[in-house]
């Protein structure tokens, strides 16, 4: 009986960990100073700058990923206002230009499909 009140202890302690594991991994920062992700089985790393959008791709190891064959888009959120747009790939990363300026705070939600045809999404918040 003591044996198990040990074993379930320490399983209750244990549970937590790949969840604060990965909370400290979506709070890295990419080569680019951006926040990065994992998204599709592989690494995305959000930067913006004013209208202009880059999500670089990575694989596992850190090194970038050709983005051809990629697809994705972006819906940024500032209060009421709602934009989406369609990324498109261009050398390592999914890029685009965005209706307007992006506030900082704004809710960032990136819809991402590799070209193994593997999707996913990932929340960011504007810088």
Do not use: C, W
């Not at 209060?79 to 050398?91: C, S, V, Y």
């Amino acid at each position: 009986m003591f044996k198990a009140i040990i074993i379930a202890g320490t399983l209750l302690f244990a549970a937590p960990a790949p969840a604060l594991a990965q909370h400290a991994h979506s709070a890295q920062k990419g080569p680019n100073g951006g926040p990065m992700e994992d998204v599709a089985g592989v690494h995305v790393e959000l930067v913006v700058s004013g209208q202009a959008v880059a999500v670089n791709v990575f694989d596992e190891a850190g090194k970038p990923l050709d983005a051809n064959g990629y697809s994705g888009s972006a819906q940024v959120t500032a209060g009421t206002d709602r934009k989406t747009f369609a990324l498109t790939p261009a050398g390592t990363a999914l890029t685009a230009q965005a209706p307007a300026a992006i506030p900082s705070g704004a809710a960032i939600t990136l819809v991402i499909k590799t070209a193994a045809g593997k999707s996913g999404q990932a929340k960011f918040s504007a810088p």
